[in-house]
């Protein structure tokens, strides 16, 4: 019996901090939108984070202009319209994580997964007739406070949020 109870309350607590939504990214915007798209444990919590490598053919994690990609997990990103196929992992609390994976390596299935959420893309879009550009710092401030959920450039907007349903929730990232 008490097998049975601890084998239930670690499922339930993976569950809990599992990765909890899939998310929509859709760039409406004229530009291409380029720079770090990072994943991170929830709550702000110590733990490994991730960053996308960049998406062929561009040289960083990029959405291009009229773009829209959904991720419904870490190890599926390498199946969607504009496909992570490796991820790059820091971890502080044990460096022997540190490394780069593939989309779908066991590590990032069976760990990332479990302790990971979505949580920012750090980025800039630039106008290229003019050279106007704006930087972006878009995010889950909950996890990560240095991140803002809806900022307002000089040629453009964006805006991070979760919708919840009774399906469950489903995180976006819009530009505009």
Do not use: C
Request: proline letters at 8%; charged letters at 10%; a negative charge.
């Amino acid at each position: 019996m008490k097998k049975i109870s601890l084998a239930l309350s670690l499922a339930a607590g993976a569950f809990a901090f599992a990765q909890s939504s899939p998310i929509i990214i859709q760039n409406y915007s004229t530009y291409d939108a380029a720079g770090r798209f990072r994943t991170a444990p929830a709550g702000g919590a110590a733990g490994p984070y991730m960053y996308a490598a960049p998406n062929t053919p561009y040289g960083m994690y990029t959405i291009p202009a009229g773009g829209a990609t959904q991720y419904d997990s870490f190890s599926t990103t390498g199946t969607a319209t504009f496909p992570i196929v490796k991820w790059y992992v820091t971890d502080y609390t044990n460096p022997a994580n540190n490394g780069s994976y593939a989309y779908n390596h066991p590590f990032i299935s069976t760990v990332m997964n479990s302790v990971n959420e979505w949580t920012s893309f750090h980025f800039f879009i630039q106008d290229p007739v003019t050279g106007v550009s704006d930087e972006y710092k878009l995010g889950d401030p909950t996890i990560d406070p240095a991140f803002s959920n809806s900022i307002t450039g000089s040629i453009s907007s964006a805006d991070w949020f979760t919708i919840t349903t009774p399906s469950g929730p489903t995180t976006y990232m819009q530009i505009f």
